[in-house]
């Protein structure tokens, strides 16, 4: 089974940077898409930032020109590099991918996997 493993939250001050990263593993799969979402309090789960196997990426409009993602496809893992955050980042980060995994007796399925999430607190 396919888990999702996230990393480098933390607390920063407003300005600062943190970069998050998150890393598949499991038996056989093949990953097209991986994301962060964040859900602020009282609201829907929202997309910051996804990018493609071929490295297409979008961003939400409050991040971009702060956040950049990025990830290396041969350890199936994805960064979000966060500068200039802002204390409205102050926020759980959730890691995603979709794609194909191979179960016996089933074959290739499609994939869809979230990480646990890892806080990010910007506060001085």
């Known amino acids: 089974q396919v888990q999702l493993v996230e990393s480098g939250g933390g607390l920063v001050q407003p300005g600062g940077s943190l970069r998050l990263s998150c890393a598949a593993s499991?038996?056989?799969?093949?990953?097209?898409?991986m994301g962060w979402y964040r859900q602020p309090p009282g609201k829907q789960r929202e997309l910051v930032a996804a990018i493609t196997a071929g490295g297409r990426t979008n961003y939400a409009d409050s991040v971009k020109g702060r956040f950049s993602i990025s990830r290396d496809n041969a350890k199936n893992t994805v960064y979000l590099q966060m500068n200039s955050l802002k204390p409205e980042d102050t926020v759980v980060y959730y890691c995603n991918a979709e794609g194909k995994e191979y179960r016996n007796y089933v074959g290739w399925r499609d994939l869809e996997v979230w990480g646990q999430g890892t806080l990010v607190t910007v506060s001085s």
């Open positions: 499991g038996s056989l799969f093949s990953i097209n898409k």
